[in-house]
C-alpha cells in the first residue's frame, strides 16, 4: 500500500513562505533550498499533473535577466557549480517555451481587438 501524501501549498508559494524569493543571487547558497527542492520532487511526484520546477519558482519573482545572473553566481561556488550548469540549461529552454507562449497569447489577443 503506497503513502498518499497531500500537499496543502504548491512549491511556488512554499519557496516564498521560506523567504526563498528574498535570496536574490544567495538563494542557491540558502539552507532552506535544499528543503525546498526535496518539497518540489515530492510535489511533482504526487502531483505529475501540475509539475512545476526551480525555474518556474525563481522566474514568478524575478526577471530573467535576474535568473541568469542567479546561476552564474551559484556555478562560481563548487559546491553548487553542477546544479547551476545544469539549471541553466533547462532556464534557457523553459524561458523560450514562456516566451512563446506569451507571443501567442498577444497575437490571439491582437486579433480578437482587430475583430471588434
Given amino acids: 500500500m503506497g503513502v498518499h501524501l497531500e500537499f496543502v501549498k504548491i512549491p511556488d508559494d512554499v ?40 525555474i518556474s519558482a525563481l522566474s514568478v ?11 552564474e553566481s551559484a556555478k562560481k561556488i563548487p559546491s553548487t557549480e553542477k546544479l547551476a550548469t545544469k539549471l541553466q540549461a533547462k532556464a534557457r529552454v523553459f524561458l523560450e517555451k514562456e516566451k512563446g507562449s506569451r507571443e501567442r497569447r498577444s497575437a490571439a489577443e491582437g486579433a480578437r481587438q482587430d475583430r471588434c
Fill in 61 to 71: 519573482s524575478h526577471s530573467d535577466e535576474a535568473v541568469f545572473k542567479f546561476l
Fill in 15 to 54: 519557496f516564498a513562505l521560506l523567504k526563498l524569493d528574498e535570496a536574490g543571487d544567495q538563494v542557491f547558497r540558502s539552507s532552506m533550498f535544499a528543503f525546498w527542492t526535496k518539497y518540489l520532487d515530492n510535489y511533482n511526484i504526487a502531483n505529475p499533473d501540475t509539475k512545476t520546477s526551480v
